[in-house]
């Protein structure tokens, strides 16, 4: 798995290009999922959310991704802006347990 | 609509010392559940409270508590502060049970515990 702190896996693309953010998941009952951006001393921000019975949902200059036969999820961003700079989180939840399972972060870097 | 909202945003103790934390749901939402974030760790789940009753539990000590008042906000309380228990704590609300609905994360409490 991906390792977080110091070790956050990085992701360093050009202003302009599209990014791809990947997730791995831990539950195959998992039947809901989230990205959450999170930037520096704040919370983190809904993205974008899908459900297990859909494999693609579009948004703004984002696209999710689902994968349920290799439990993976991805985030692709269009036309990454430095405002895109940040660690995004993906996180499930399946059955009775309301709580989000979180990913352990990925930080993207925009160069302008 | 305001966000969610926690106070104290920054917080300094000593071990030993115990905290309070506050956090005020989106108007309107019923669910509040707290996260808490370190390096070491990423984001775990501490628990959640729905109409005042508490739903769901992660696997954190007893030291670790919290309540909610009939307006929806919530509190959390850590006793007997060890230095382990620094991190960012993060609280978050949903209009109905968090198994049900998406999660909205407030700006979270520093918590610096020396």
């Known amino acids: 798995g991906e390792s977080v702190g110091l070790h956050l896996p990085t992701l360093s693309v050009q202003e302009g290009d599209n990014s791809i953010i990947n997730c791995a998941y831990s539950?195959?009952?998992?039947?809901?999922f989230i990205w959450y951006k999170q930037e520096s001393g704040k919370g983190p921000q809904f993205i974008i959310d899908i459900r297990s019975n859909m494999d693609k949902r579009q948004g703004q200059r984002v696209t999710v991704l689902l994968n349920k036969t290799v439990k993976h999820l991805s985030l692709q961003i269009a036309a990454t802006q430095p405002g895109d700079s940040a660690v995004y989180f993906c996180?499930?939840?399946?059955?009775?347990?309301?709580?989000?399972?979180f990913g352990k972060g990925t930080k993207l870097s925009v160069k302008p | 609509k305001a966000g969610v909202t926690q106070t104290p945003r920054y917080l300094i103790k000593t071990r030993g010392q115990q905290v309070t934390l506050s956090c005020s749901p989106i108007?309107?939402?019923?669910?509040v559940s707290w996260y808490q974030q370190t390096p070491g760790q990423g984001l775990q789940f501490l628990f959640e409270y729905f109409s005042e009753t508490q739903r769901n539990k992660g696997n954190f000590p007893g030291r670790f508590s919290g309540r909610q008042f009939s307006n929806s906000r919530s509190e959390m309380n850590v006793s007997t502060l060890e230095l382990g228990d620094s991190a960012l704590y993060l609280c978050?609300?949903?209009?109905?049970?968090?198994?049900?609905?998406?999660?909205?994360f407030g700006p979270g409490t520093r918590l610096t515990v020396l």
């Open positions: 108007s309107g939402h019923r669910s």
């Open positions: 539950n195959s009952a998992s039947d809901y």
């Open positions: 996180a499930e939840k399946g059955g009775s347990q309301g709580n989000l399972i």
């Open positions: 978050a609300s949903s209009l109905w049970e968090a198994s049900t609905d998406t999660q909205y």
